[in-house]
């Protein structure tokens, strides 16, 4: 389970939220990530697996290369996340995207 400063550090970490962002309309490789962000690839590992651990993305596939490699490919769990401030305390929500939806894109890239 997230706590409210692994949710601030994610928050406050620009690539963090850059690779979080981009993962929300797009399913990407590591490699794709640092590529687009133009970051050190060990860096977007780094930033990946963080994400992952705190349910933020989530691998979706793995792709076997030429080489026999196995390229990971990510996609973003997260819809919405609101943070506020009241009255001293900093509380937040996510909103994550609910299978049903991950459902319907699947259903939208085959009918594609």
Not at 27 to 38: R, T, V
């Amino acid at each position: 389970m997230e706590t409210d400063d692994d949710i601030t550090a994610v928050l406050a970490d620009r690539y963090t939220r850059e690779i979080l962002t981009i993962l929300t309309n797009e399913e990407l490789s590591s490699q794709q990530i640092a590529s687009k962000l133009d970051m050190p690839t060990s860096t977007a590992y780094r930033k990946i697996k963080n994400l992952e651990e705190l349910n933020l993305i989530k691998k979706t596939k793995v792709i076997r290369t030429v080489e026999g490699l196995g390229e990971s490919y990510y996609k973003s769990l997260v819809s919405e996340i609101n943070v506020n401030f009241k009255d001293g305390k900093m509380t937040y929500s996510i909103v994550r995207i609910k299978m049903d939806d991950k459902i319907v894109r699947l259903w939208q890239k085959f009918k594609d």
